[in-house]
């Protein structure tokens, strides 16, 4: 079946621009998640999704990212006013419940990420 | 704030050769996961240990929980080429246990050589 996929695989922009990248998970994947991993780091977690409705923000540097998932299955991660800092791979992540009461979290599927570099 | 600090940072080593990848934190994590991520991939998930003092097998890869649940090492035995790649441990964030929420360490970068 088909895995995550993340559009555009890679985003060129100019530093002030706005972008969105965009993630489909798993179909019927409830959970999802974003995180950002720069060059020689682990991931770093920004948002997470259950459903519609971001339950835990918290991972966001500051108010010019937003993410959204309407729907509760496609998510696009807009970022405004883009500075050179925010380039990085944006890697999107889904898994079949957010909510597990043992034996660790469920698995996360990756996507291929989406690296974006600001100019 | 919970970290993971992976070492070494980078290993490059010849096929055959046995290797061992250390994953500490001063914090308690409830499980850990170790990942394996290649170039313009994401992350995959290799294992999740859950209990102190866990073993866990994958054909030529032993991944071991540290009895107070704060670090965890991966040892690989005759690496072969194909190992090469990122390797990530990573565990519930505080607070996030309930629903996935990871904290990653920075990785170990596996090169192994024909």
């Known amino acids: 079946g088909a895995g995550v996929s993340q559009t555009p695989s890679n985003k060129v922009t100019e530093k002030g621009k706005y972008v969105e990248l965009r993630c489909d998970p798993i179909?019927?994947?409830?959970?999802l998640y974003w995180y950002r991993q720069s060059l020689g780091q682990g991931p770093e977690f920004l948002i997470y999704?259950?459903?519609?409705?971001?339950?835990?923000d918290s991972g966001l540097p500051n108010d010019r990212f937003f993410a959204v998932r309407p729907e509760g299955s496609v998510s696009t991660l807009k970022i405004q006013r883009t500075e050179r800092g925010d380039s990085a791979v944006y890697l999107c992540?889904?898994?079949?419940?957010?909510?597990?009461?043992?034996?660790?979290?469920?698995?996360?599927?990756f996507g291929p990420g989406t690296r974006l570099t600001v100019l | 704030t919970q970290l993971l600090e992976q070492s070494p940072q980078f290993l490059s080593i010849q096929e055959g050769e046995n290797l061992t990848v250390y994953c500490n934190s001063s914090?308690?994590?409830?499980?850990l996961q170790w990942y394996r991520q290649e170039p313009g991939e994401g992350p995959v998930l290799l294992v999740t240990?859950?209990?102190?003092?866990e073993v866990k097998k994958l054909k030529r890869l032993t991944f071991q929980f540290g009895d107070a649940r704060k670090d965890s090492s991966l040892h690989i035995t005759a690496a072969q080429p194909g190992d090469t790649g990122l390797y990530l441990c990573?565990?519930?964030?505080?607070?996030?246990?309930?629903?996935?929420?990871?904290?990653f360490g920075q990785g170990t970068i596996l090169t192994v050589h024909p």
């Open positions: 914090s308690v994590f409830s499980s």
């Open positions: 999704f259950q459903g519609t409705g971001a339950a835990d």
């Open positions: 990573a565990g519930p964030t505080e607070g996030g246990t309930s629903y996935g929420k990871l904290t």
């Open positions: 240990v859950v209990t102190g003092g």
């Open positions: 179909s019927g994947h409830t959970a």
């Open positions: 992540a889904s898994s079949s419940q957010g909510v597990k009461l043992a034996g660790g979290p469920n698995e996360q599927f």
